[in-house]
């Protein structure tokens, strides 16, 4: 949330135990584009570390971005 999020949550796949979905919302594309630029050297030494945790290091399954028309 420090990097500008406006709202975060992690849910877990009740099929699949060892599946997660992390959502996080901002308040504007804008905002999104300038959240790689806010995170601390701290916030990206873990997101290193859980992409390493994903697969072998292949990443994250898919990633993608829903636009909610105000």
Known sequence: MRAGAAGWRLYRDLARPDCFTELWAVDSWTDY???????????RAALALVAEMHRGGQGPEASRHLNIEP
């Open 33 to 43: 584009l300038r959240h790689g630029v806010r995170l601390e050297e701290v916030d």
